[in-house]
């Protein structure tokens, strides 16, 4: 998809995240010559036109002090699947809950919620408060902790063709 000269330098102006400040729309705009209203404007067109997915916040949460995030897998019954990660979602420390497909006989689990806590034994905590909530629906489960911090990146321009890269 072209690109035109102003989306470049305004991916070019947040692609690294936008400013730490009380008013970051009017910050970039600043940059560019343009409102804060403008920036809001292009960057709603190019979520509907599909070029931006979402526009969101990545907490580092090492640096919060959740230094014990883990993955809780979940084997529920496909029936009662979605309705249960509803309820999952709306719990405090989970951050993301998904269903996913189970690829059998290896991988049994089709619900993923991402538990944070400062410590392993708070998220083994939360994760019992999940399994008491599924109740009956749950027939497994197991928590995979995080063993490295991988890099989070958003929006960036590729290479000197300007178009852009996931």
Known sequence: M??????????????SGLPLVPRPYEAVGATLGVSGERVRERLREMIDEGLVRRIGAVPNHYRLGYVANGMSVWDVD?????????????????????????????WRYNLFAML???TRASVERQAE???????????AHEILYSTAILKKTGLRLAGRTDSIAG
Do not use: K, N
Request: aromatic share 4%; net charge positive.
């Open 2 to 15: 072209a690109l035109s000269d102003f989306d470049r330098a305004l991916v070019r102006a947040t692609q």
């Open 78 to 106: 496909d029936d009662h699947v979605d309705a249960c990660a509803r309820r999952i979602a709306e719990l405090p420390g989970v951050s993301h809950c998904y269903r996913r497909p189970r690829r059998l006989p290896l």
């Open 116 to 118: 944070h806590g400062t």
């Open 129 to 139: 408060r999940v399994a008491a909530l599924l109740g009956e629906h749950v027939r």
